[in-house]
């Protein structure tokens, strides 16, 4: 399938879908007593118990679980940002299908932070409630989800920021509707979402159609695909000395735009893009797509998506096709492939070269200071090192969502200006390893990229890459 007419048809897409997200939003946040409604959704979950629910205490606190949130509360909480009240931040993540490892961890470093920093932020206390924006049946993000999840924070008043999403495409469904947020904006800082068109100009009407209001109300800790698809290009130019790539995508909002920023970039590096086409996630292997492309004699393949669009299917059926990775025909991918058990384990991943838009344990324990003492605060606690750099950014997401709670005054437009500020969270406490805030328009102000080759069944850091 050619790669523009499902570009195309993914615009229309996601178009109608952030409409629709809006229309709901709007209908269902006017009154303070109407629950907000999404297609197929229920009434708004809340960070309360309520009839139904199950609870269980861990420490000091309770977990309350309610559809498909689950709420870690302390008694005091309350809504509105009075001096000295508790707030609550929401996680929006993936908890079910391939993602789910790297989720689960997302949660637990954001667990840990809280605890090192006593709950509290400023003088507020801070809990967490936790999201699944996943269904079992997709095996991934739900469209339908996102869209309840974020009509869901606008209706639960004691939400005062949400930490998420993982994936892009969702958070272009939930932005609007936190944009429209009649006591907000409402803040979202995503630790993971590097499609560029969320904060800047890449598609048409992009990042403006996210911001209804004309207030920016996003932002993120890691850095873009305008940028990692450019990296990727000059590596494999640079040191893999390949010359013919065909570049796939997985049809997806993400997928779609990494792939597009590498066949740009590859053109400047001197890189011939042989061919592009999307995946088709529901087929049962790819076999007849690779033998397509025999006659172009590529010596290289990009992968633009996410593994869990049948990911390993498709790295079986490149080396089944076109040899190890090693070999004459290398495979190289972006940071949808990274921090999956699975791919890690699998065999003919062995030689795949895969990038992450900032910097992986591994390195952040080389540099020392809070960033080490944090990843190896997370072993000590969970007895294992984190699925996916991702969590660890989810914890540095969620230590600058603490430090705009401190800077404000606990209410959501309160935490959303400040967070526009330029604050900033000093390097002697980055999880990060170096001081970082978020720019005007949200994005990082620090960006860094890294090349992870997998080898020996682990995902290992092969070199940092230079971000212009």
Not at 25 to 32: F, L, N, T, W
Not at 33 to 50: E, H, L, V, Y
Not at 167 to 196: F, R, W, Y
Not at 240 to 252: E, M, S
Request: overall charge neutral; some cysteine.
């Amino acid at each position: 399938m050619p790669t523009k007419g499902n570009q195309m048809r993914l615009r229309k897409a996601s178009a109608l879908l952030v409409s629709l997200a809006v229309v709901i939003a709007a209908c269902g946040s006017d009154k303070k007593s109407s629950p907000a409604a999404t297609a197929g959704a229920a009434t708004a979950s809340t960070a309360a118990s309520t009839a139904g629910s199950t609870a269980a205490t861990t420490g000091g606190s309770t977990a309350a679980t309610t559809g498909g949130a689950t709420a870690v509360t302390t008694a005091g909480t309350t809504g509105g940002g009075a001096a000295g009240s508790a707030v609550v931040v929401a996680t929006d993540l993936p908890l079910q299908g391939a993602s789910a490892d790297a989720s689960s961890d997302t949660n637990l470093a954001i667990e840990l932070l809280l605890e090192q920093q006593s709950g509290k932020a400023g003088k507020y206390g801070v809990t967490i409630k936790k999201y699944d924006n996943s269904t079992a049946a997709k095996g991934g993000w739900d469209d339908a989800t996102c869209a309840k999840n974020a009509n869901d924070h606008v209706a639960n008043k004691a939400e005062v920021a949400v930490m998420g999403t993982y994936n892009s495409g969702c958070a272009k469904i939930e932005i609007p509707v936190l944009n429209q947020d009649p006591s907000g904006p409402m803040l979202m800082i995503s630790h993971a979402n590097t499609n560029p068109g969320i904060t800047k100009a890449w598609d048409p009407g992009e990042p403006d159609k996210y911001y209804p209001t004309g207030v920016r109300n996003y932002g993120r800790v890691i850095a873009t695909d305008d940028l990692q698809g450019k990296a990727d290009a000059e590596f494999a130019a640079k040191d893999l000395k390949v010359t013919k790539c065909v570049v796939l995508n997985d049809a997806q909002t993400y997928g779609v735009g990494v792939a597009q920023a590498f066949e740009e970039a590859a053109k400047g590096v001197g890189i011939k893009v042989v061919a592009t086409a999307a995946w088709d996630s529901k087929q049962p292997n790819y076999t007849a797509l690779f033998e397509g492309f025999k006659s172009l004699n590529p010596d290289c393949f990009f992968f633009g998506g996410i593994n869990d669009n049948n990911g390993e299917q498709l790295i079986r059926d490149k080396v089944s096709v076109f040899g190890p990775n090693k070999g004459a025909v290398k495979l190289v991918a972006p940071d949808g492939f990274t921090g999956y058990p699975s791919v890690q384990k699998l065999a003919e991943a062995e030689g795949m070269y895969i990038s992450f838009a900032g910097l992986p344990a591994s390195e952040l324990v080389k540099l020392g200071g809070a960033g080490a003492d944090f990843v190896k605060g997370f072993k000590t606690k969970y007895g294992h090192d984190p699925a996916s750099a991702y969590a660890i950014y989810g914890a540095a997401a969620m230590q600058f969502i603490m430090k705009a709670i401190a800077a404000s005054d606990g209410t959501r437009k309160g935490v959303l200006q400040a967070a526009f500020s330029g604050i900033t969270v000093p390097k002697a406490e980055s999880i990060i390893g170096r001081e970082f805030g978020i720019d005007k328009n949200g994005d990082v102000t620090v960006r860094d990229m890294s090349i992870q080759l997998l080898t020996g069944g682990v995902e290992t850091f092969f070199k940092p890459w230079p971000v212009n």
